[in-house]
């Protein structure tokens, strides 16, 4: 949606866009901030003659700005606004057909993994977990039913990475590239620019920014491809209000100064941590010890707010998340507030008993965007 008054987004940075990209000023009265439709219907000057909205549940103005936007900042044609990201997961999933094949990296967000393996496969969707950095393994997984590769990078809560652009390359024709970007956002990693086919944000995290609001986000090029999710966004009904949009809206408008300072307080963080006696380990793909650190220079333009550390023992991690005063202890991440959390007992506890368990001594840290210096005092203390 452009007007003479705010030209193509073609030729902005990202930084340009997260502030105007779908954002009109209102036609009617110049407010430059979108308005927040809080309405549930749209008269019709005849039966089905409208000005392009009937029903909030098939669309709304101020969902548009936000599907508008996501579009822009992805580098997609299209986006699509949901109640939370696990429903837009659940709407692409919503594709497939009973006997369908899905290849699924072996780490990731717990909520998706109960989603696939308690839900979804109970109507005939088949999955396979597959360590992704194994090119050759993720080849092996894809049968003639697969339809679609699902992964995360980095991934919650290990922060492992996937190579975008390799996968894409070993998919055959017909297999979908779906990635979950939650904890990178649009600013530091853009997936449709890499081969993927379908991008997915829980915007709850680092693109709403202020933990005070539940969504989820897609972004697409296929024109064909969106009709059917549009489809099922509208059929299944998953939708967010408009009151949602609008704070999602205003909490993307700053994306490129937080990603930027969520990076850097990470950073100086992640080193702090691998000097401690108390860590055993830290895994954060700005540090050279991580793995994958060359694959995180080519494909992130910064490394993110999130770290995992590994400590000597459960009682350790559990005794670390208790003592932290301003990193809270809570589930969720990406606000501008710090948090900390044990994910085997927290965000990942519904994977305890599944092949892609995570460590009982694992502590996940969601650095904020608080002074660094403030932040490192803490952590000191907690672990003292
Ligand atoms: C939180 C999260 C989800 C689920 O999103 P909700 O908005 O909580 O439904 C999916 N993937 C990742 C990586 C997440 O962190």
Not at 106 to 115: E, F
Not at 285 to 299: F, I, T, W
Not at 343 to 351: D, G, W
Request: proline share 6%.
């Amino acid at each position: 949606m452009t007007s003479a008054n705010n030209p193509p987004d073609d030729g902005y940075h990202l930084d340009t866009r997260a502030i105007h990209a779908g954002q009109d000023p209102d036609p009617s009265t110049g407010a430059i901030m979108t308005p927040i439709y809080q309405t549930s219907t749209f008269v019709q000057s005849a039966p089905a003659e409208h000005q392009g909205y009937d029903y909030s549940r098939s669309g709304n103005p101020t969902r548009t700005a936000l599907e508008a936007l996501i579009a822009s900042l992805e580098g997609g044609r299209h986006g699509l606004a949901f109640a939370s990201g696990m429903a837009a997961i659940d709407t692409v999933l919503r594709l497939f057909d009973p006997g369908d094949h899905i290849v699924v990296g072996s780490d990731v967000y717990g909520g998706t993994y109960r989603l696939f393996e308690r839900v979804l496969a109970r109507y005939g969707l088949r999955f396979s977990w597959v360590d992704l950095s194994d090119l050759a393994a993720t080849r092996a997984a894809i049968t003639p039913e697969t339809k679609l590769l699902w992964l995360e990078t980095p991934t919650n809560p290990l922060m492992g990475l996937a190579d975008i652009a390799a996968l894409a390359a070993l998919l055959p024709e017909g297999v979908l590239l779906g990635v979950d970007n939650t904890f990178a956002s649009p600013a530091l990693q853009q997936p449709l620019l890499l081969g993927a086919d379908i991008v997915m944000h829980s915007s709850t995290k680092y693109l709403g920014g202020h933990s005070d609001v539940v969504g989820g986000l897609l972004a697409l090029n296929d024109d064909e491809l969106v009709e059917r999710l549009r489809f099922l966004q509208n059929a299944v009904g998953a939708v967010p209000g408009p009151m949602d949009c609008f704070l999602t809206l205003r909490g993307i408008k700053t994306l490129g100064i937080r990603m930027a300072r969520h990076s850097s307080n990470a950073l100086a963080i992640a080193q702090f941590l691998e000097d401690h006696t108390a860590v055993q380990r830290v895994i954060y793909p700005g540090l050279q010890s991580h793995p994958q650190y060359e694959l995180a220079v080519r494909q992130m333009r910064g490394f993110g707010g999130m770290i995992s550390i590994i400590l000597a023992s459960e009682p350790a991690a559990r005794q670390m998340v208790s003592r932290t005063k301003l990193f809270a202890l809570a589930e969720s991440l990406g606000g501008v507030e710090s948090l900390i959390e044990h994910p085997h007992s927290m965000t990942h506890a519904s994977t305890a008993t599944s092949p892609i368990a995570v460590p009982a001594e694992l502590v996940r840290l969601s650095v904020g965007i608080e002074h660094v210096n403030d932040l490192i005092a803490d952590l000191r203390a907690a672990l003292a």
